[in-house]
């Protein structure tokens, strides 16, 4: 996850704020799974980003103030998020915490012995199964996936498949040969598929 850290501080405990919600632990999942490399920090006074503001080793706290998706969002405490600004309205604060814990859920559900791999592989001119890509997944995938540039991926497990499937990732959808894999299989290996596809670099 990628978010903008702002400078700002929200007083915990005041209320204010436009929709709350809460889930046991979330912050600790939100820690565990943003990527601070990649996020944007508040500028100093020489132009360069301030990357110190949350501490070494960098950990969110109750009261920091972040934008994500053009909300402002902040934990009130270590199990609750305050929508305070909001571009896409109340129900932007749902899917921050829904986009925490699938994101958690993938890191998760990591499987040591699955393979995944891009491949160079033409999509075959029949009928193909589809899964579609649920809105919180395509919000931690989307950046990877680019219009018109399906990501075709090899993927192996000997545990659950007898040989390597291709996979096309076309748009909102991930698309399989019927023939050779059933839904069910491939659900089985689909957070997996996901978090891969999420730390692809861009445009690969």
């Known amino acids: 996850m990628i978010v903008t850290v702002l400078n700002q501080k929200y007083r915990c405990g005041c209320g204010k704020g436009i929709h709350k919600v809460g889930h046991p632990g979330l912050l600790d999942y939100f820690n565990n799974i943003v990527e601070w490399d990649k996020c944007i920090w508040p500028e100093k006074e020489d132009g360069t980003m301030d990357t110190t503001i949350l ?7 109750p009261g920091n103030c972040i934008v994500w998706s053009g909300n402002v969002l902040v934990f009130d405490d270590p199990d609750n998020v305050v929508l305070i600004v909001s571009e896409t309205g109340p129900l932007s604060v749902e899917r ?3 986009a925490i814990l699938d994101e958690f859920e993938f890191c998760s559900s990591l499987i040591p012995e699955i393979k995944i791999e891009s491949v160079n592989e033409k999509k075959p001119e029949k009928e193909l199964g589809q899964i579609k890509i649920g809105y919180t997944k395509w919000q931690i995938i989307k950046d ?14 000997q545990d659950l498949l007898v040989f390597p499937i291709i996979l096309w990732v076309d ?26 596809i999420s730390n692809l670099t861009v445009g690969a």
Request: hydrophobic fraction near 35%; aromatic fraction near 12%.
């Open 55 to 61: 501490g070494d080793p960098k950990k969110l706290e």
């Open 96 to 98: 921050f915490k829904k």
């Open 144 to 157: 990877k996936v680019i219009d018109k540039t399906p990501i075709t991926i090899k993927v192996e497990y």
């Open 171 to 196: 748009g909102k959808v991930i698309e399989y040969d019927k023939d050779i894999l059933d839904e069910e299989t491939l659900e089985e290996l689909i957070n997996p598929i996901y978090f891969w």
